[in-house]
Structure formats: structure tokens, C-alpha cells
Antibody, heavy 124, light 110 residues
């Protein structure tokens, strides 16, 4: 079955850290630039970070640069998001997403497979 | 950075047509993708590349893109179409590029 399964969310105090994981199955994981997208409670979708499949090329939103690090282990079909120096405004459901096309992002880039998300709550 | 503007809400009666706009500077030069999201669920793509539908998406969903506005049109609206709708583009004007989502439009079926 083609699916993405996130884990690792939870409750953390401001300034703390969490590592999210996303396990992929049913497709050739290393062929795709995988992405994290988040959604704050009652708010819209916000792109967080993308990592290409076979090269270390990353793309990240300004709001998380220097605090969040995206990585992957293609041997384990797993995508990670290391989140440090967490802020209250990082509270959100974090989705893992797969693009329809492999290779590098382009104008035709859209996401055809999403996980169910994992909730990160940052509060004192 | 590039901004996509969507109306916060659209209301439509069953059987009528809903039009959801997505505004952006010269958006016609980008490929626009549309997702619907129901409460507690992950987004699902309903239109990609301005006007293409993935398999399994009813032909009641259609898209267009011209000038500074892209539009998702839902014809013969059904109660099950009630959801949040988001437009998305890849913005290559910044290095190395980024994914941009619109703020979302809540479609209410009256």
C-alpha cells in the first residue's frame, strides 16, 4: 500500500526540541524530493522544508531556517525533521508529503500523497 | 516573497457553481495546483497544472489561470464538496525556490 506515516509529535516547552519521522511505503522513496508541510490549529497550510531524493539539496521556509533540519535515510524509507529552539508559533500538525513528479522541484510540482500528520504542541 | 491571495469563504447552494479565486502577481506564468481538505484529514489534490484533474476527481472540478488570477470552479455543487480549498505554486523567483500555499477558502454549501 502506498502511504506515509508520521510520528514523533508531542508536547514540548518553548526552546525545546523534537524529531519527527515519516516512514514511506509502496513507492521508490529515493526517487522523490520529500516535504514537510504544517498547519497551525484553525489555520492554513504552510510549507516547511523539502529535501531532494539523492542529493543533499534542501529548501526551507525562512521561518524555520537555522532551527529546523530536514534529513532522510533512503535505506529506511524515512524522512526526518529535527526541530530545535521551538516556539509557541511552531504549534501545528506536521504533514509529510510526496510530490507527483520525481527529480527536483519545478513549476509542475504538486503533492499527490500525504500522511495523516503528527501534532506538535509548544507551550509553557 | 510571492503571495497567493484567496477569499476566506465562499457560500453556494447545492446544484449551483462555486468559484474560488487565487490571486498572484502574473500568476498565469506559474502552474497552479488546488487541494481540498476536510476537517481532520490530509489535503487531496483536485486540480494540478492549472486545469488537469487527477484520476478519480469528478469533472465537476475544473481550473483556469489567466493574468493575475487562477480559478477553481466547482459545478453542480454537492454537500460533500464542503471543505477548505488551497491553491499552491512553486515559486522559483527566490533561490533555491519554495512552495507557496494560498491562505485557503472555506466553501460552505447552504
Amino acid at each position: 500500500e502506498v502511504q506515509l506515516l508520521e510520528s514523533g509529535g508531542g508536547f514540548v516547552q518553548p526552546g525545546g526540541s523534537l524529531r519527527l519521522s515519516c516512514v514511506a511505503s509502496g513507492f521508490s522513496f529515493s526517487d522523490y524530493a520529500m516535504t514537510w508541510v504544517r498547519q497551525a490549529p484553525g489555520k492554513g497550510l504552510q510549507w516547511v522544508s523539502t529535501l531532494r531524493g539523492r542529493t543533499p539539496t534542501t529548501y526551507s521556509a525562512e521561518s524555520v531556517k537555522g532551527r529546523f533540519t530536514i534529513s532522510r535515510d533512503n535505506s529506511k524509507n524515512t524522512l526526518y525533521l529535527q526541530m530545535n529552539s521551538l516556539r509557541v508559533e511552531d504549534t501545528a500538525v506536521y504533514f509529510c508529503a510526496k510530490p507527483y513528479y520525481g527529480g527536483k522541484p519545478s513549476a509542475n510540482w504538486y503533492f499527490d500523497l500525504w500522511g495523516r500528520g503528527t501534532l506538535v504542541s509548544v507551550s509553557s | 516573497s510571492y503571495v497567493l491571495a484567496q477569499p476566506p469563504s465562499v457560500s453556494v447552494a447545492p446544484g449551483q457553481t462555486a468559484r474560488i479565486t487565487c490571486g498572484g502577481d502574473n500568476i498565469e506564468n506559474k502552474r497552479v495546483h488546488w487541494y481540498l481538505q476536510k476537517p481532520g484529514q490530509a489535503p487531496v489534490v483536485v486540480v494540478h497544472g492549472d486545469s488537469d484533474r487527477p484520476s478519480g476527481i469528478p469533472d465537476r472540478f475544473s481550473g483556469s489561470n489567466s493574468g493575475n488570477t487562477a480559478t477553481l470552479t466547482i459545478s453542480r455543487v454537492e454537500a460533500g464538496d464542503e471543505a477548505d480549498y488551497y491553491c499552491q505554486v512553486w515559486d522559483s523567483s527566490t533561490d533555491p525556490g519554495q512552495v507557496i500555499f494560498g491562505g485557503g477558502t472555506k466553501v460552505t454549501v447552504l
